[in-house]
């Protein structure tokens, strides 16, 4: 029997060998004939079928679902099967710090599914020659081999039962990411940021109103489908330096448990590349344009240039934003949040924040756009007894009307308000830290007072 089995595989590889030099002495006519006849010769002798999954799909556009479902599939059922492993650490919320396992580059697998064999493998190929692209040289695709006589089985109820089993294992292992951009391609850590709304310093009716306004859109696909609109929503938060516009965007992201993309606008070379960064992030996701008025050029009114020497009529900022080397305008900049390519998507929530709402053009902020414009000012005496509850686990203390009276007569940010609560030694106590508040609202009254007596006296 060795001795057959011997022969045979010799037989095979001069069989190879003289088909491989017949086809190199043929004709290029003539080879696509035999190469049409040998296929289906193969396809008789070969019973196995392939399907193989890109990790992006439209001329590399988008990453591909398809592709991160098996290879989060995979990552689970590979730990005990494959040979070559690749390991994560990833923290999860609420238990241990696990390690996440997948099956290595160029590597293969086998399982069974109701008594057929499958074969997964995981391939990556990085082509000789250095072409310029804006994603990575590499491919990588997952090939999926079974037997021709189990094709329903495997495309109705395997592949239906892979994606299942994907989607559950996502929701176990979910870990919150925070993203960030480099020309197309985006870096991301663990989102650990503890800010909830719970413990968001504001007014207790406007926090309940964007929680509300959460849940609402959080369960609207259908709606959003019923009315024609691409299933996204733009909040804009507004107001004066450390009033907790980065808390907020933090305890959006952890009530609807999605990922964070921070979009810095000044890293992103023209609008090609800002379309390909914003289709290629996930669902269950808010996008983030911080201090957008400082971003870019793009808090004008797209006036014309006026009239003169050396100008054209009719050329806008956008132009003048070309000739510094700017390219993202602000046409750009509305069509992938708001136009076409805003439906690449869903379940979006893009958030635009800014010190100085005056400044940004009417366009960018619409309602439609921006549908839900979000100030958060100065501290007010319910976000004061929210941070003393939370910063020094009281509820009331006979300083409290007093502290009442000087937030109503100054300005003071709840960052300010958060840094004079909290103890900076062992030795400070309850009522020390209320009096060091009590001391900065009067010294901060004071300054006020004294920059207004400056006005009117210039005046």
Known sequence: MLKMWTQLGSLMASAMFIYAMFMRLLPPPLQA???KYTHKFTKLVYP???????????????????????QTYLSENSSQKAARLKAEMVKVKDTHTPLILSIDDNEEIMEEFQGVKIWWSSHKITPKTNTFSAYPDEKRYYKLTFHKRYRSLIIE???????????TIEMKNRQLKLYTNSKTRWSHVALDHPARFETLA????????????????????????????????????YGPPGTGKSSMIAAMANFMNYDVYDLELTAVKDNSELRKLLINTSSKSI???EDIDCSLDLTGQRKKKKEGKGSKRGID?????????????LSGLLNVID??????????????TTNFVEKLDPALIRRGRMDKHIELSYCCYEAFKLLSKNYLDIESHNLFPKIDKLLEETKMTPADVAENLMPKSLNEDVDTCLHNLIQALEMSKEDAEKKQSNVQATE
Do not use: Q
């Open 339 to 352: 136009g076409i390519w805003s439906a690449c998507g869903g379940e979006r929530i893009i958030v635009f």
């Open 48 to 70: 196995y079928i392939r399907i193989t999954f890109h990790e992006f799909t439209g001329e590399r556009l988008m990453r591909s679902e398809a592709y991160t479902a098996i």
């Open 157 to 167: 109820a395997y592949l239906k039962h892979v994606l299942e089993e994907a989607k």
């Open 33 to 35: 004939h035999v190469k």
């Open 287 to 289: 996008i983030v344009i």
């Open 202 to 237: 504001m007014k207790p009716n406007k926090k309940e109103e964007v929680i509300n306004d959460l849940v609402k859109f959080k369960s609207g696909k259908s709606y959003y489908a019923k009315i024609g609109k691409a299933w996204k929503r733009g909040y804009l938060l």
């Open 317 to 329: 900022e956008d132009n003048s934003d070309d000739e510094k080397g700017i390219k993202v305008t």
